[in-house]
Nanobody, 118 residues
Framework: QVQLVESGGGLVQPGGSLRLSCATS????????MGWYRQAPGKERELVAK???????NYADSVKGRFTISRDNAKNTVYLQMNSLKPEDTAVYYC????????????WGQGTQVTVSS
């Protein structure tokens, strides 16, 4: 069982920055694809960014150039650096881990609220 704990959400003005953290329960990055998703009120959950075991990344078009996903293997933590935030980035952000082979091993954190408002 993989446990994921997000932190770092909050209220920020448009144009501001936040960094989200996702602490994992062990050294899983070699076996899992790590991702950040978000869900705004009344909308479906959507992919924001992923980082693969080899370190490659991909992003939703809406966040390219503004958000960066990274990880610290020593700390077993994944980050999402969010810059130039817009009101439409307001959502609950979730950390996700999916096993590379056994994709039914799919875990979610509890979510952290990000609100972008003046």
């Amino acid at each position: 069982q993989v446990q994921l704990v997000e932190s770092g959400g909050g209220l920020v003005q448009p144009g501001g920055s936040l960094r989200l953290s996702c602490a994992t329960s062990g050294s899983i990055f070699g076996f899992y694809v790590m991702g950040w998703y978000r869900q705004a009120p009344g909308k479906e959950r959507e992919l924001v960014a992923k980082i693969f075991s080899g370190g490659s990344t991909n992003y939703a078009d809406s966040v390219k150039g503004r958000f960066t996903i990274s990880r610290d293997n020593a700390k077993n933590t994944v980050y999402l650096q969010m810059n130039s935030l817009k009101p439409e980035d307001t959502a609950v952000y979730y950390c996700n881990a999916v096993h590379l082979v056994h994709t039914t091993r799919n875990y979610w954190g509890q979510g952290t609220q990000v609100t972008v408002s003046s």
